[in-house]
Nanobody, 120 residues
Framework: QVQLVESGGGLVQVGGSLRLSCAAS????????MGWYRQAPGKQRELVAT???????NYADSVKGRFTISRDNAKNTRYLQMNSLKPEDTAVYYC??????????????WGQGTQVTVSS
């Protein structure tokens, strides 16, 4: 089993910044991909940003230039720096990780979600 601990959500005004963090622990041999998805009320969950073990990043077009994903491999932690926030960024943000466990099996896990609210 793998546990994901998210933090950093909250309420911020338009143009403000927040930083999300997600720490993974448990039966992890390696992390393949880790990042964030978000889901706004009445909408489907969508990719926000991910980073692979090879440092390849993928961002939603709507956040490019405003959000930056980074990582601390020693802590199995990924960070999402969100700048110039807009009301449309309001959503529950979910951490996602694809790992290889110690038995060399691929597994996927989701965090519990953290609310980000941008007020205008």
């Amino acid at each position: 089993q793998v546990q994901l601990v998210e933090s950093g959500g909250g309420l911020v005004q338009v143009g403000g910044s927040l930083r999300l963090s997600c720490a993974a622990s448990g039966n992890i041999f390696s992390i393949s991909t880790m990042g964030w998805y978000r889901q706004a009320p009445g909408k489907q969950r969508e990719l926000v940003a991910t980073v692979t073990a090879g440092s390849a990043t993928n961002y939603a077009d709507s956040v490019k230039g405003r959000f930056t994903i980074s990582r601390d491999n020693a802590k199995n932690t990924r960070y999402l720096q969100m700048n110039s926030l807009k009301p449309e960024d309001t959503a529950v943000y979910y951490c996602h990780v694809e790992i290889v466990n110690r038995w060399f099996q691929t597994e996927n896990y989701w965090g519990q979600g953290t609310q980000v609210t941008v007020s205008s």
